[in-house]
């Protein structure tokens, strides 16, 4: 169940569905400098919620 918590941190596919956008896309926008991700390790990259609602708010 959700319970209504949002996540703090999102994984790519997590904020490719949060923007409506392919996780391609979202690397393109983390490469391109558009979108702040921290690496945790060399498979796991993370998106903070905060991030994503500005970038979200700011493409809108």
Known sequence: MDYGV?????????AGK???VAK???????KDGKLKAHK???RV???HRTELEKFAHIRH
């Open 45 to 47: 990259t993370v998106i």
């Open 6 to 14: 949002k996540k703090e941190n999102y994984r790519v596919v997590e």
């Open 40 to 42: 945790l390790s060399p």
């Open 24 to 30: 391609s896309t979202v690397w393109k926008y983390i």
């Open 18 to 20: 949060y923007l409506g």
